[in-house]
């Protein structure tokens, strides 16, 4: 299994970005994904979204502010984060439950710099 993060980069404070997720090799219909971040040395959970009926859970400090969706391909999800802040800069990683096995991403770094 293979779970590659992209979408990530260097933005200004207030503007938007989509992160995908997307893992290979998972054949279960039934698997959880869920986005964390790290900053200053902790990996905290941000947002997760449940296959089996697509039941969507973000964090409180970044509530108003993100979405998580499925992606417009097979295995695939978004992170759609909006008015971003200095706040939000870190490597998110993309986790993946398929059963009994779950999977890391490498991460992708987002950046937010005046």
């Known amino acids: 299994v293979q779970v590659v993060e992209s979408g990530g980069g260097l933005v200004q404070p207030g503007q938007a970005l989509r992160l995908s997720c997307t893992f290979s090799?998972?054949?279960?219909?039934?698997?959880?994904v869920k986005w964390f971040r790290e900053r200053r040395g902790r990996r905290e959970l941000v947002a997760m979204i449940e296959s089996s009926n697509w039941l969507t859970k973000i964090e409180a400090p970044v509530k108003d502010r993100f979405t998580i969706s499925r992606g417009d391909v097979e295995n695939s999800v978004f992170l759609q984060m909006n008015n971003l802040n200095f706040e939000d800069t870190a490597k998110y990683f993309c986790?993946?439950?398929?059963?009994?096995?779950?999977?890391w991403g490498q991460g992708t770094q987002v950046t937010v710099s005046s």
């Open positions: 986790y993946v439950w398929a059963g009994t096995n779950d999977y």
């Open positions: 090799g998972v054949t279960s219909s039934h698997y959880r």
